[in-house]
Every structure is written in structure tokens, then in C-alpha cells.
């Protein structure tokens, strides 16, 4: 079964679930389905390992196009030296054949540092989203198993119960 929720699909679940949990009277509580908030947390791990092979695929990407452009460098510097060796043995073009070679030679290197420049910058960014929703995601899951420890430690310790509404008051106990 694929899901095609993304991991800000699941928190903006989770933060709607909060805001929409029925408030403890006299408290600043609120109970919450923990059977449902279980199921989101649940998907949520199952997303996250996707995104980060996503990441990882992208920094894959940026090696790949990095090898290939200093390959193509390489190719460009070796095919500038061989014209620039037959340029030299003719005595005529020795000078436009030295600029030529040196021209070439800068512009592979120009192009392949703008490869490498851009490729870094993009998989840093890529990285620095990534990071930005793990951070998001950990301080989310934080908050949330502190409002149900809250909520757990509110149903375990009934001394701690809120008062019954008006009007919704229990039977009376028999002695």
C-alpha cells in the first residue's frame, strides 16, 4: 500500500487533531485519541525513510553530476593539450595556439567549478530542508507525547478528574 501523504501532510494531521482536542475545564489540558495520534506517528516513520532516501538520492545526484563534469573537464583539458601540441609544431600559429589552449582549458575549469558550485548549493539545500522538517518533525512528536503524557497522567490519577458538567452529574453511589 503507498501512501501519498508527505511528512507535512502528517504534522498538519497531528497539529488539527490538538487543535481540535476537547479541553479539560479549569485546565490547560487536552485529551486527545491516542489510538489515532498512534496511527499518524506510525505512518510518519514509515514516510520519513522515504524522504531521507530522497535526500540521499539527491546528494547522489549532485556526486554523479560532479564526476561527470570533471570527466568532461578532463576530456576538455586533454583535447586542448593535443590541439595545443599540433599547434605548436607549426611555428605560425604557436601564439594563437598557447591563448586557444589556455581559453579552453579555463573555460572547462570555469564550467566545471559552476557545476560544482551550483550541485553543492542545491544538495545543501536539499539537506538543510530535510533537516529543517526532522527538526520539526522531532519538536511535533515532543509536544505530542508531552500533551498525552499529560492527558495519561490525568486519567491515572483520578483524585486529578475534572469536575462532571452541569446537568451530566453521575448516579448516586450505593453504600
Not at 479539560?24 to 489515532?36: G, L, Q
Not at 558550485?117 to 507525547?145: G, I, K, Q, W, Y
Amino acid at each position: 500500500m503507498e501512501n501519498s501523504y508527505s511528512i507535512d501532510d502528517y504534522i498538519e494531521m497531528l497539529e488539527e487533531i490538538i487543535r481540535s482536542a476537547t479541553r479539560i475545564p479549569f485546565k490547560k489540558k487536552s485529551m486527545v485519541d491516542v489510538d489515532e495520534l498512534d496511527n499518524i506517528v506510525t505512518d510518519m516513520r514509515m514516510v520519513l525513510p522515504m524522504e531521507i532516501q530522497q535526500a540521499k538520492k539527491v546528494v547522489a545526484d549532485k556526486n554523479k553530476i560532479i564526476s561527470d563534469a570533471k570527466k568532461e573537464a578532463e576530456d576538455i583539458i586533454r583535447k586542448a593539450e593535443q590541439r595545443r601540441a599540433e599547434l605548436i609544431e607549426e611555428s605560425d600559429v604557436m601564439k594563437e595556439a598557447r591563448r586557444r589552449a589556455t581559453e579552453a582549458i579555463s573555460v572547462a575549469q570555469n564550467r566545471a567549478n559552476d557545476i560544482h558550485t551550483s550541485t553543492n548549493a542545491f544538495a545543501d539545500n536539499m539537506l538543510a530542508r530535510v533537516e529543517e522538517l526532522m527538526a520539526r518533525d522531532l519538536n511535533d512528536l515532543r509536544l505530542l507525547r508531552k500533551n498525552i503524557n499529560a492527558a495519561g497522567n490525568i486519567q491515572a490519577n483520578p483524585a486529578q478528574q475534572p469536575p462532571a458538567k452541569p446537568g451530566n452529574s453521575p448516579a448516586p453511589q450505593k453504600k
